[in-house]
């Protein structure tokens, strides 16, 4: 289950549960594995930048300012240029009259300046600046609530994880104010910058990790080093479940159907996964469509005659997947399914119990379920009577088992629809 969910999205496992598993890094992920990363990682970027620190760059510069005539130096042209335009003080000088006035007098002269305003250095306060607000986007994100149903263990969690991401932001604003970056500009990368970079260890060093902090992604492989929460096991075989409904669909309606969209109310998420209320539609001859939805809500009931597209005759109910066949957009059958990573006595019951009381509460367009089933991993032998063929014909209801052949023909009986050998691509 692991590695298919990984090869749709590596980013697709993580959450906001609290197990810990073994990732590795890779490419980009939810925000929910930010503090993961930078726990991992700040506190090396932090040694590093400190040794940077402790002796940064130093560019001289030129500058001019007034000060006491020095003998020792060679006077340059704009000094003298200065001095012409005093004929006094030019005079008392050429008649080597350097007490009182004359050698006490301010004089225009070229200093050279050490300063930290070296190109490594504006990239690397450029760089603490874009790691110090990518920080900032991920707690925000982290603290956006998920909706109506907000499980109070997550966001728990969720705030615990944005609160490490203020500490972190802290302790890097605390490298920012130093005195090495405090007077310097902030630029990206010029071609000087770049080219001293790769040439220094320690330079190309922060700049690996700093560029890791601003876009840190984990990958599911049991021999890696870092640590995150894995989603809720229960949470990943729904996930899991889902993507193989869209593939049965799409290898059973055969060629004359096609994918036409997909609509994944596109939000922005603490997590990867489809928002609630996703669907999928399948388009085929003679008008006829096929409709997967995602944790559709059907609300309370309005009026005795409900006809509207999700009605529910008892509050407010939330399936985890409809199947809905309309001809012309007038509903011709459709199927209720949840499903339950638990294939044990009590949680099977349980189950059938939830899609007992959605086959009866449940509309849609004033239209009663023509089928409901639970989807599960396996199922114990004192349950198998759920999962008979001659069971789903009889009531339109039971357990399908996810990992047996055939498992979903029951949906598309229910439906109406003869499951064609020719498959196509989803």
């Not at 990943?236 to 049965?248: K, W």
């Not at 011709?332 to 509460?361: E, F, M, N, T």
Request: glycine share 8%; net charge positive; proline share 5%.
């Amino acid at each position: 289950m692991l590695e298919e969910l990984s090869v749709r999205s590596p980013a697709l496992l993580w959450g906001l549960s609290q197990g810990k598993t073994a990732g590795t890094e890779a490419g980009h992920a939810p925000p929910v594995v930010h503090p993961i990363v930078v726990d991992a990682l700040l506190p090396i970027f932090e040694r590093l930048m400190r040794r940077f620190m402790a002796d940064p760059p130093k560019v001289r510069r030129v500058t001019r300012q007034l000060a006491q005539f020095d003998l020792t130096r060679r006077v340059d042209v704009a000094t003298l240029r200065w001095l012409g335009r005093r004929p006094i003080l030019l005079s008392s000088l050429q008649k080597r009259e350097l007490a009182g006035n004359a050698q006490r007098a301010l004089i225009d002269q070229p200093v050279g300046v050490e300063t930290f305003d070296h190109p490594v250095t504006r990239y690397f306060a450029h760089l603490l600046g874009r790691v110090v607000a990518r920080l900032d986007q991920s707690a925000a994100i982290l603290r956006k609530r998920a909706g109506p149903f907000e499980d109070p263990a997550s966001e728990a969690h969720a705030e615990m994880l944005a609160q490490r991401l203020d500490a972190a932001r802290g302790r890097l604003n605390l490298l920012g104010e130093s005195r090495v970056f405090r007077r310097v500009g902030r630029e990206p990368p010029a071609e000087t910058a770049l080219q001293q970079i790769g040439d220094h260890p320690l330079y190309s060093a922060i700049q690996r990790l700093g560029r890791r902090l601003l876009d840190p992604g984990l990958g599911y492989d049991v021999s890696g080093n870092l640590e995150a929460a894995l989603k809720r096991t229960y949470d990943l075989f729904e996930l899991f479940t889902l993507y193989r409904l869209v593939d049965e669909v799409g290898s059973a309606l055969g060629a004359g159907w096609q994918l036409s969209r997909v609509k994944l109310r596109a939000m922005a998420r603490r997590e990867e996964r489809p928002a609630n209320q996703a669907s999928w539609w399948f388009v085929g001859p003679h008008q006829e469509t096929i409709e997967l939805r995602y944790q559709q809500w059907f609300s309370r009931a309005k009026d005795v005659e409900d006809q509207r597209n999700f009605g529910s005759l008892s509050g407010v109910n939330v399936p985890d997947y409809v199947l809905i066949r309309r001809r012309a957009g007038k509903v011709v059958s459709w199927v209720i399914l949840d499903a339950k990573y638990r294939a044990s006595r009590q949680p099977i019951d349980q189950g059938l119990g939830d899609i007992h009381r959605y086959r009866d509460a449940l509309r849609v367009r004033g239209e009663r379920a023509d089928a409901a089933f639970i989807i599960v991993p396996r199922v114990s032998e004192e349950k198998a009577i759920y999962t008979q063929s001659a069971y789903h014909s009889a009531h339109r209801f039971g357990v399908l088992q996810l990992t047996g052949q055939g498992w979903s023909q029951p949906i598309f009986d229910a439906l109406g629809l003869l499951r064609q050998p020719e498959a196509v691509s989803v």
